[in-house]
């Protein structure tokens, strides 16, 4: 059994225990939120008794084993490292950092304390992108990887008021490239590695952070175009190119319906039975590492995450964004 605590008390933490509790060794144990009454409110709807306000006390319980950071980005590294260096293991939403100079401490703090640190992000560790993973030989050699993630969002009228929430606030290392750009960049990463050369491009909103924005990555034979947006909406699936054909992918940041098209106009379906409640195999990987003694995970890897910021580090520099944490 791995005794769980959650920092934050918003939507994708019900996502994730909801995910979570279909593992029979996930059991949730504490509760973190700023406010006692957040922190009970949100405690009472699971069954858990234990609470905490105060990140240090959390760190240093014996109630929990694991923290699942449900945090904005700025604050999971300093949270991060907080858990770490009291041995507890953790799971960080993603982006897990704000830059990679973060993301350098949290690897070390890591290392030094022989805890388990990985990214959530649960596109790489389901079925569906697994099976991506086992037949990309099908189509022959690589020519072009196509990732496409354009949502609009809720919050973006908010913003057309005159507020500005975490999601467009560059306080909370946030903007489209962090919170949906990264779903197309990091299975570009598990898939054909880090690229030779970034170029990126993107609309600026007045806040200081990418409303929309696009990549292109060059490879030695191949390359890949990113689109990501959360002040527009698109349809399109994503694709891989291959010399024999195609794979395409209904959705990149969680892929429900994968084929292979054939040059030859033969289609061939790859799709797996998944579980609706998606997050449950981010929790299953990350439960896996610390029951058997792994300090990574294969598809999310540390060296993954250190080249997904890289890139995203690059792209920002290019489009210029820039957050406070970067100084």
């Not at 467009?168 to 949906?180: E, Y």
């Not at 990555?217 to 002040?231: G, P, Q, R, T």
Request: charged letters at 25%.
């Amino acid at each position: 059994m791995v005794r769980f605590g959650v920092v934050g008390t918003n939507w994708i933490t019900e996502a994730f225990i909801k995910g979570a509790s279909h593992h029979m060794d996930f059991k949730l144990a504490a509760v973190y939120s700023r406010t006692e009454e957040r922190a009970a409110k949100f405690a009472d709807k699971f069954g858990v008794e234990t609470i905490f306000t105060d990140l240090e006390a959390m760190a240093k319980s014996d109630a929990i084993d694991a923290v699942y950071l449900a945090s904005p980005n700025s604050l999971h590294a300093s949270q991060a490292i907080i858990f770490m260096k009291n041995g507890k293991h953790v799971l960080s939403e993603k982006a897990i950092a704000s830059n990679s100079h973060e993301l350098g401490d949290m690897i070390k703090t890591a290392k030094d304390n022989q805890v388990v640190l990985m990214e959530a992000l649960k596109s790489t560790l389901m079925p569906n992108f697994k099976a991506v993973q086992e037949n990309l030989d099908k189509i022959g050699p690589i020519r072009r990887y196509f990732a496409s993630y354009c949502q609009y969002s809720s919050r973006y009228d908010k913003y057309k008021e005159g507020i500005v929430l975490n999601a467009f606030n560059p306080q909370f290392s946030a903007g489209s490239l962090m919170d949906i750009g990264i779903y197309c960049i990091y299975p570009l990463i598990v898939l054909f590695g880090e690229p030779r050369s970034v170029q990126a491009n993107g609309y600026i909103l007045e806040s200081g952070v990418d409303g929309e924005g696009s990549l292109l990555l060059k490879y030695d034979e191949m390359d890949a175009v990113i689109l990501f947006s959360k002040i527009t909406d698109s349809t399109l699936p994503s694709e891989i190119h291959g010399e024999n054909g195609n794979i395409r992918i209904d959705k990149i940041s969680s892929p429900e319906k994968v084929e292979i098209f054939y040059r030859d106009g033969r289609r061939e379906d790859l799709a797996r039975k998944q579980l609706a409640d998606q997050m449950f195999y981010e929790a299953e990987e990350f439960i896996a590492l610390i029951q058997q003694g792994k300090m990574e995970s294969k598809n999310n890897s540390l060296e993954n995450s250190r080249i997904t910021m890289k890139i995203l580090d690059e792209a920002r520099h290019q489009m210029g964004v820039k957050f406070p944490s970067d100084h």
